[in-house]
């Protein structure tokens, strides 16, 4: 416990206690004063000379009160820096302008809807996708920094300009980018200092409320939904001093010195590259709107005028806000008076200790352990700070103002003054200054510029928000570490039954060790009881039955990669001792404070196969789903395929170190990874096709929080259920290949994908267990479910559970359909981690104008190059691109999704794609110079066009539009009624009355037959006419694609 002392003892000047306070490393870092703390004891003579001082600037005083400007000039070092910043500001908005289209352009309802939905699947993966956006944002700014930083005499270059080269010089770019991330020495990282930590949350919110505000009125549900958290400001403080608004996120960003060049053109390439390659299972229609222009795309214009547009404008605003006369001459002149009156001189500090520790006693604990000369000294060099030091209010990472108050910070957070205490010393400072109001009021009543005592008040208080705004969150970031920790070692007292002694002193020593080092570690019990609760609470998860046999083994301590690889076989080893199957997990080390990434694994689960494409036809044999991953690593020439290539080469284990350049690569002795082959009881063709699948699903690339310490390495299994490997199945492999090798007539059978899904159920099963391995189906695992909440609810303790991923999978006949779920957060927890692979840009080519030696602080980026060349009139070329209306009438959405097929198909050509009624009498064709129109239109009722046609049809054509304009019609219907494809007829007719040239005959798809197939081979034959693989390879390269 602390020392208690009396208030006496602060009047008196004597010392209440004793620490060290450490100066920072170099006492230029900093004010002299606050490296030395030297403190004031000869306060008689010094009053002496006060006197006179006094006098003295009274008289100057005197003599600036008859100059009528000097309350409204901007000091010229202020002046300069607010033209300067502006300056880079408008650089930024012009880029902004020229990528993403002028500012204010409306979003449309349709925008607006595009956006939540697409939100909506983020945030079901947010903890993956708010690192991919975060790291990626780091890293993007981090180049920047490497590429204007860059030796442009390095003895490695030279005037070879050939790809070679250009590779390799990126390729350098691309590792130092990565180790200044590493080390917390990128930009983002140096400006958000202790708040780094927090980053990914805070843009999260930013990003999630800047899209709510679109549709405000949809976001009053009736179940949970997906809402991220937000930080909140500490219990009590009575003040807010974190983000708890867009508006406050700004001006966080703005605080901590970012720039328009952080949270312009980088901060939306990295939201719009981590949308496309973090957010699984994206609908087509939000895949089409990342791939539109960023003029026109929804998320594009998004980003950069509600989030990039706004983040530099408050830049702007706050940086003018305190080039007010208020901040520039009154505050700082009052308190120079104030410092020099003969009442005050070096008697402030133990005033105004004494006034706040007789207000609040409570708070006298917290300041005992210094003497009141160093508290005296403490408190007026903060106000110094407040008050003087104006100009730096805005900190740039390397300014005196914040080097100073980031150590103020640290001495604050090591006497453990609580941030609760923070509006207390706000109202005692003001309080004490107060009496001093009337005088300095009275002297400017005549001026230019008067002031009142409540616009001082309220200058003051703002100041000292300002500068406390940095120096609380150190001691705030411990808090709620301290919080987690209390939270979760009291979840493992519980469980381990411990005795309120043994907790006490587990507490404080956790307590001790957050303090001195800023983190804390585990044992392994507490590792064994965090694993095995995080898997209790995962809400996706069906199978949590088995939670409390989870066999965990802490490898904490393993860190030579041979070793930890060493481990992984004991893992695969004591997983599948007996073929029935172990639940395990093996811990690897935590993440630490300096560290961003901390140790990963690359391979998503312990068996993957490759994928390869053939060039030539375009087709992909093995696993789809890890096609890019298998190119990205032959590429780097990490790994190197068998010969010859089939379509299950398991692919290696790749773990990557920090610290460590490149990654660690390990194929384990087939012996340790079992399979199973898939072949069916009944229909022997199935074997002949030859799938097998790994039986252990150890999963690799989770993140595991307890109690605010995060783990990311840490492979984990449990067992599969049979409709998991179903569905991978299906997705990443031809159905058709199933259906045939089982009988199934795709052609006229109506439901063939469920019997092919139900029969490969069967198959699944019945090969695990002929291969004796542990397999769970989905009726048996519905059951366990519902008895896990039964036994969860007998505890005490609410089940929680994504419906999407339980009932939903399982089905409407599995008892789990009509379960209520409540889907909440609880702690400890796993959670989905980024690709770091792919974040940090390891598999990427040198952007088109990539050189170092020209380049400079404004360069532009790879998508900005791309954007620009994109928005470029066609006429720059020496091709044509053919410019495409595709059309569609749909009722029930089948030729509504075949022209979205058709749409993404074409998109290099940028084509219109948009209902019949959209574009009734055609004036399009020549307003946008159409030269193809392509329509896909089903037929309704008793021959009649769907509602979003009848307008089309019912307007008039004027004769010869379409004279030169190629068309090409498909019709959807069924030859069970009588006007087959009768409005497609009449499209047709109708386009052709105007003058229309047919690119190909009407084609109609039956429904009764086989219309999928139909319309497949009209979506590739008009492709193929209207961009044959010789043009779009031109079109590629005309603008560029091939660089991307």
């Known amino acids: 416990s602390k020392p208690t002392a009396g208030a006496a003892c602060v009047a008196s000047n004597k010392p209440i206690g004793a620490v060290s306070i450490v100066p920072p490393q170099s006492e230029r870092d900093c004010p002299k004063e606050i490296c030395t703390m030297t403190p004031h004891n000869n306060h008689d003579e010094e009053e002496k000379k006060d006197e006179q001082t006094y006098t003295a600037n009274q008289d100057i005083e005197s003599t600036e009160k008859l100059s009528p400007d000097i309350c409204t000039t901007m000091p010229p070092a202020l002046e300069k820096e607010i033209n300067d910043f502006r300056s880079e500001a408008e650089k930024e908005l012009v880029k902004l302008a020229e990528i993403y289209g002028p500012a204010g352009a409306k979003l449309s309802r349709v925008d607006a809807v595009t956006l939540m939905d697409g939100w909506n699947k983020v945030l079901a993966f947010q903890t993956m996708w708010k690192e991919a956006f975060f790291m990626r944002w780091r890293i993007l700014l981090a180049r920047e920094k490497v590429i204007c930083s860059y030796n442009h005499n390095d003895t490695d270059e030279n005037n070879d300009e050939s790809n070679s080269k250009a590779s390799h010089r990126f390729e350098k770019v691309v590792k130092l980018a990565e180790k200044m991330v590493d080390k917390n020495q990128d930009p983002i990282a140096l400006c958000l200092g202790s708040r780094l930590s927090s980053g990914k949350d805070t843009m999260l919110s930013l990003f999630d409320q800047t899209i709510r505000d679109l549709c405000p009125h949809t976001q009053t549900v009736q179940r949970e939904a997906y809402r991220p958290t937000l930080e909140d400001g500490g219990a009590g403080l009575g003040f807010s001093l974190e983000c708890n608004t867009v508006e406050e996120i700004f001006r966080m960003l703005s605080r901590c010195g970012l720039r328009p060049k952080h949270v312009g053109t980088a901060l939306c390439e990295a939201f719009l590259w981590s949308l496309e390659s973090h957010t699984p299972y994206a609908l087509d229609d939000e895949k089409d709107d990342l791939e539109q222009r960023p003029d026109q795309g929804a998320f594009s214009r998004f980003v950069a005028d509600k989030v990039a547009r706004m983040a530099i404008k408050d830049m702007i605003n706050i940086r003018e806000d305190f080039a007010t006369p208020m901040f520039t001459f009154h505050l700082p002149t009052f308190w120079r008076q104030v410092k020099a009156h003969p009442k005050m001189k070096n008697r402030f500090g133990e005033k105004f200790y004494t006034n706040l520790l007789t207000d609040y006693p409570e708070l ?20 110094d700070l407040m008050l003087l030091r104006y100009s730096e209010v805005v900190a740039e990472v390397d300014s005196v103002f914040r080097k100073t108050v980031d150590h103020l910070a640290d001495m604050h957070r090591r006497l453990d003054i609580p941030t609760d205490a923070y509006p207390s010393i706000g109202l005692n400072a003001v309080k004490t200054l107060q009496p001093f109001f009337t005088e300095y009021v009275s002297s400017f009543e005549n001026t230019q510029s008067p002031v009142t005592a409540d616009e001082l008040t309220q200058g003051l208080v703002a100041s000292y928000m300002e500068v406390m705004w940095f120096v609380f969150h150190p001691m705030l970031k411990e808090e709620k570490l301290i919080a987690k920790a209390e939270g979760f070692i009291g979840q ?25 080092t800023g983190t804390y570690s585990h044992t392994s019990d507490e590792i064994q009881v965090g694993a095995r609760l995080a898997w209790r609470n995962s809400a996706k998860c069906i199978g949590r039955i088995a939670w409390n046999t989870l066999e965990v083994r802490d490898r904490t301590h393993v860190n030579s990669p041979s070793a930890m690889m060493n481990e992984l076989i004991d893992h695969f080893m004591t997983a ?76 290696p284990c790749i773990f990557k170190m920090p610290g460590i350049d490149t990654p660690i690569v390990h194929e384990f002795d087939p012996k340790y990874l079992y399979e199973a082959q898939i072949e069916h009881p009944d229909y022997p063709d199935v074997a002949k096709l030859g799938h097998k699948w790994g039986t252990v699903p150890i999963l690799n690339t989770m993140a595991m929080n307890l109690g605010g310490i995060q783990y990311t390495a840490f492979p984990f299994n449990g067992w599969f259920c049979s409709i998991e490997i179903v569905r991978n199945l299906m997705e990443r492999y031809s159905p058709e290949k199933f259906a045939m090798a089982m009988g199934i007539d795709t052609k006229s059978t109506r439901m063939w994908k469920n019997q092919v899904q139900y029969e490969l159920d ?23 479910f519902v008895t896990h909440c039964k036994r969860e609810k007998a505890n005490g303790r609410e089940c929680p559970g994504q419906w999407s991923w339980i009932g939903g999978l399982a089905g409407p006949t599995n008892v789990t359909w009509h379960k209520e779920m409540r889907d909440f957060l609880v702690t400890p927890q796993y959670e989905y981690c980024a690709q770091q692979w792919k974040v940090v840009g390891y598999d990427e080519e040198p952007p088109i104008d990539f050189d170092l030696r020209s380049r400079n602080t404004s360069s532009t980026t790879s998508l900005d190059t791309l954007s620009l060349a994109i928005n470029s009139d066609e006429d720059e070329f020496d091709i044509k691109i053919p410019r495409v209306l595709i059309a569609y009438g749909s009722e029930t959405g089948t030729a509504e999704s075949a022209a979205g097929r058709l749409g993404r198909s074409l998109r290099i050509c940028r084509p219109i794609v948009c209902s019949l009624n959209d574009v009734a009498g055609m004036d399009v064709v020549t307003k946008k110079a159409i030269t193809h129109v392509l329509v896909l239109c089903s037929t309704f009722g008793s021959g009649e066009a769907p509602s979003n046609a009848t307008d089309f049809m019912k307007t008039d054509i004027p004769l010869r539009l379409l004279v030169g304009t190629k068309v090409a019609v498909l019709g959807l219907g069924s030859s069970m009624y009588p006007d087959f494809a009768r409005a497609g007829i009449n499209v047709a007719n109708k386009l052709n009355q105007a003058g229309a040239v047919e690119l190909i005959p009407l084609t109609k798809a039956d429904e009764a037959v086989d219309s999928p197939a139909v319309i497949s081979g009209w979506l590739e034959l008009t492709k193929n006419l209207i961009l044959p693989e010789s043009l779009e390879t031109q079109i590629e390269a005309s603008l560029g694609f091939g660089n991307e």
């Not at 006298?364 to 106000?383: G, K, Q």
Request: proline content about 4%; hydrophobic content about 40%.
């Open 364 to 383: 006298l604990d917290y300041f005992a352990r210094a003497d009141m000369d160093t508290l005296a000294s403490h408190i007026a060099l903060a106000i």
């Open 492 to 516: 493992c007292a519980e469980e381990l039954r411990w005795p309120q002694s043994q907790l006490s002193k587990r507490l404080c020593q956790v307590k001790l060790e957050i303090n001195k």
């Open 576 to 651: 599948t001792a007996g073929t029935n199957i172990q639940s395990v997990m093996t811990v690897f080390r935590a993440l630490t404070p300096d560290e961003s990434w901390g140790p990963r694994f690359w391979t998503e689960q312990g068996v993957r196969y490759a994928a390869y494409k053939d060039e030539q036809t375009g087709e992909i044999l093995g696993d789809v789903a890890n096609l890019e991953f298998t190119e990205f690593i032959v590429k780097k020439g990490y790994w190197t395929p068998p010969e010859p290539r089939t379509q299950h080469d398991i692919l």
């Open 762 to 784: 069967r198959a699944i099963c019945h090969s695990f267990d002929k291969s004796g391995f542990t397999i769970v189906d989905l009726e048996t695992v519905g059951e366990q």
